[in-house]
């Protein structure tokens, strides 16, 4: 089953991809940041693995309401034909989660 991980590297740097190295071609990630946090490992773009990053503005929320709208992007996409998992620390994608865990997908939720 294919796995996408959403990482919301603003909130939790590089610890989000401390395990990055042991990916499997089932998985793939999703790295979302602004301007204010690029600091992410560049090594980690030359892994042999499905690595993206999307640089998004700096407004309030910004990263927030793009990591979701590219979940339901992939939701849309895949269906419940494979799981996804939000990297963060920040709470309020619970809610998200139990939106489309009840509605849509199977969700899990990292930290």
């Not at 959403?6 to 740097?13: G, K, P, Q, T």
């Not at 892994?47 to 309030?60: T, Y």
């Not at 709208?69 to 034909?81: A, C, D, I, P």
Request: proline fraction near 1%; charged fraction near 25%; glycine fraction near 4%.
């Amino acid at each position: 089953m294919k796995t996408f991980y959403l990482i919301d590297f603003e909130n939790v740097h590089n610890d989000g991809i401390a395990n990055i190295e042991s990916m499997t071609k089932e998985e793939h990630v999703h790295i979302f940041s602004t301007q204010n946090a690029t600091n992410i490992r560049q090594d980690i773009f030359w892994l042999n693995g499905d690595i993206k990053s999307h640089l998004v503005p700096v407004r309030k929320q910004s990263l927030d309401m793009h990591l979701v709208s590219y979940l339901g992007h992939l939701l849309g996409v895949y269906g419940k034909e494979c799981s996804y998992v939000i990297i963060s620390k920040d709470k309020d994608y619970d809610n998200i989660c139990l939106l489309y865990t009840s509605d849509a997908a199977d969700e899990a939720r990292s930290v």
